[in-house]
């Protein structure tokens, strides 16, 4: 679990980044959860788009990816859904959370 003032430093660090992936029409499914396990590994912290055909809302979205893949929920702002999670792979970490 994050405190608030990590959720605050990982979304200054959102604003930089752009979405890796966009969930459209057939909503999540195995294929959406092996591919943002794959970005959070690499990356850490992602950005999602979740288009308006996507069966779920961006908060939907989040909750689910985040309880099935372990993750920590960022923010959600309009369509744009931010997750974070360490890399497993100590080499890929990149990014150090502030104190709590």
Known sequence: MITTKQRAYLRSLANSIEPTTQLGKLGIGDTVFDMVEKALDAHELI?????????????????????NLKCEPVQVIGRKVVIYRQSRKPENRKIVLPRK
């Open 47 to 67: 950005k999602l788009t979740i288009l308006e055909t996507c069966p779920e809302t961006p908060k939907e979205a989040m909750v689910t990816l985040c309880d």
